[in-house]
């Protein structure tokens, strides 16, 4: 895939992580439907194999899971013209994704502590509870749909439906389910 | 920017002899061993290691603080980072825990990225890709289904949860909406509803 991207396009692409951050109650992975959305969908900028890698990969490796951010922006600087370009992608999405947020965050650390017993303030940690919750859940459907662009495919849902009644269910460490994926898909089982 | 004087007051008063990071180094090192060792979800281990062993924090400490990373936007284990570094050293706490959750995790998985590069063409690893990428997504929406069970006593009551949690999915996972219009219409709504229902 080879992609000309203007000055105006990285800065779209700035911005629309800008807000996704300041939307990401709940964890970067929340947003990652709305990434699929705009990144695979609207612009083309990267392919559905490399969104499900970035998602993939950053999953695989140790880390907290929003280092999948950088991935999509590692991705779509090689689309547009190769590692330099892909290093300046994972600076505009990994900045974009946490600037909002952490200054948010810093800044109502101190205030949340001494006022979390105001009624709105818990009316918001409490209301969001089961949007924050549903959110989650289509967030796996989405990814996993990602892979399932026929009935043929039906191998890739069911993996994908029961690691997720074994990690509810069990406590299974979760490498022995990446390694499991992995084989299979090596041997092309799923 | 300046902290509140009675942000550090409660730690002091607890006695001197209290564990706490010793440097900004200590804090960066520390942040940097706890993300390496997380494999898909850090925040096991920053309980493990910052209450259980280095004793930083008490067990009602940590829960109070991962309240408010939850409640806030972004990634939820990299707002505890920051807000445990800003306990301790500020500003610049803060920067050093959020630099040792992000920067050797960011570089490990470039690396691993790049090695796919190498080999994204080979079916094998195409297809343990896909593979990895089912069960991650299995991975996330386990995690959700683990929290219902905290919608059991929630204010709103369960099938008003429900009845939310299933609208917030169908316009996201079968309608594909724009996130924005989900969390600002469903959220709103949800708030208001459960702040009608709390005691003043």
């Known amino acids: ?190 | 920017m300046p902290l509140p004087p009675d942000h550090f007051a409660s730690a002091a008063e607890k006695g001197s002899s209290r564990p706490q990071p010793q440097s900004l180094t200590d804090l960066f090192v520390s942040f940097t061993l706890l993300a390496l060792q997380g494999f898909g979800g850090v925040l096991a281990v920053v309980q493990r290691e910052l209450v259980e062993k280095k004793r930083w924090l008490t067990r009602e400490e940590f829960v109070e603080e991962w309240a408010v990373a939850q409640i806030m936007p972004g990634p939820n284990v990299v707002n505890l980072s920051l807000m445990i570094g800003h306990r301790y050293f500020g500003l610049r706490g803060a920067m050093a825990a959020l630099a040792g959750m992000l920067t050797v995790p960011l570089m490990v998985v470039l690396m691993l990225a790049l090695v796919y590069a190498q080999f994204a063409h080979h079916p094998g690893v195409a297809g343990a890709l896909r593979g990895m990428g089912a069960v991650a997504a299995g991975l996330i929406a386990a995690t959700g289904l683990k929290l219902m069970g905290a919608l059991k006593h929630h204010p709103l009551g369960l099938p008003m949860c429900i009845a939310l949690a299933v609208m917030c999915f169908s316009g996201i996972a079968l309608m594909r909406l724009p996130l924005v219009y989900v969390l600002l219409g469903l959220g709103v709504t949800a708030c208001t509803l459960t702040y009608r229902k709390l005691d003043r």
Do not use: C, E
Request: glycine share 10%.
């Open chain 1, 1 to 190: 895939m080879n992609l000309s991207l203007q000055w105006s396009d990285w800065l779209a692409l700035f911005g629309h992580f800008m807000v996704l951050s300041l939307l990401s109650v709940g964890g970067a992975i929340t947003t990652a439907p709305d990434m699929h959305r705009y990144l695979v969908d609207r612009q083309h900028w990267l392919t559905d194999p490399q969104f499900n890698a970035s998602v993939a990969i950053a999953q695989a490796a140790p880390g907290p899971n929003v280092l999948f951010v950088a991935l999509m922006g590692w991705h779509v600087g090689l689309n547009a013209g190769g590692p330099l370009m892909g290093l300046f992608g994972v600076l505009v999405t990994m900045l974009g994704i946490m600037l909002p947020s952490t200054t948010l965050t810093y800044l109502a650390a101190s205030w949340g502590h001494r006022n979390r017993n105001l009624r709105w303030v818990r009316a918001f940690k409490q209301g969001m509870a089961p949007v924050v919750i549903a959110l989650l859940i289509a967030t796996g459907w989405v990814l996993a749909s990602a892979s399932v662009t026929s009935l043929k495919d039906w191998p890739v849902g069911l993996l994908a439906g029961l690691a997720a009644v074994v990690v509810w269910r069990t406590r299974l460490h979760m490498l022995w389910l990446l390694g499991a994926g992995a084989l299979l898909g090596w041997f092309g089982w799923v």
